[in-house]
């Protein structure tokens, strides 16, 4: 999930398992999610996005789904390699909301155990 | 590929100085944002500029201005760096109408 505080959840799995990256937004209004994957000491990379008249929507060894009624995004990662190990956030837009309209989650720190 | 450069990875600069972030987008876009990024406390938007010579403030824009004179590039400025001020700044570009945004990598201040 998303952090408070100073120190980002971390969710730790092994080499080869799948890994699921939560998130929740507050604003019902809003339209459009995406997940960024932030290497250490780099900015912040596209995965995947979805609007909000999806449920689910599948990228490359990656799925996001939407649950609307509970404010719940989630981005699921198949069969995790070392190089997935980043911190993952959560962004949405909300209509109305001007050239910044993008709300940013603080992170989930994703650790890939060999 | 969209393409969003930073003048520089990581800048050292000392108490007072002014000093000068750059960014260069290559796909045309008209959003143009800068964000410093904490520990804790994620992505923090200080301003953004929809057009050439247009910006709006964000959340934190104390202590900071920009320049948009050309579409392609946005600058940051800290007209007297402090050392609250340190922190990874990051530029990021998006089309019109579009939510989507895309970083640039980053550029690591220490202001001693």
């Known amino acids: 999930g998303e952090s408070v505080g100073l120190h980002l959840p971390t969710l730790s799995v092994q080499e080869g398992d799948n890994s699921i990256i939560n998130c929740a937004y507050s604003?019902?209004?809003?339209?459009?999610f995406i997940w960024y994957k932030q290497e250490s000491g780099k900015g912040p990379q596209f995965i995947i996005d979805i609007r909000s008249n999806m449920d689910k929507r599948q990228g490359q060894r990656v799925t996001v789904l939407l649950n609307k009624t509970v404010k719940h995004l989630s981005l699921q990662i198949a069969a995790t390699q070392p190089g997935d190990s980043a911190v993952y956030f959560c962004?949405?837009?909300?209509?109305?909301?001007?050239?910044?309209?993008?709300?940013f989650g603080k992170g989930t720190h994703l650790i890939i155990q060999p | 590929d969209v393409k969003v450069t930073q003048s520089s990875r990581y800048l050292v600069k000392r108490t007072g100085e002014k000093v000068f972030l750059e960014c260069v987008q290559d796909m045309d876009h008209e959003n143009m944002f800068w964000y410093r990024q904490d520990p804790g406390l994620g992505l923090r938007l200080i301003y953004f500029s929809y057009d050439v010579k247009m910006k709006e403030k964000g959340d934190i824009p104390e202590g900071y201005s920009v320049s948009r004179e050309k579409k392609e590039r946005f600058s940051l400025i800290l007209e007297s760096a402090s050392t609250n001020q340190t922190s990874m700044y990051l530029c990021?570009?998006?089309?019109?109408?579009?939510?989507?945004?895309?970083f640039g990598p980053g550029t690591r201040l220490t202001v001693t």
């Open positions: 990021a570009s998006g089309a019109v109408f579009t939510y989507e945004q895309y």
């Open positions: 604003n019902s209004a809003s339209d459009y």
């Open positions: 962004a949405y837009g909300t209509p109305g909301g001007g050239a910044d309209g993008l709300t």
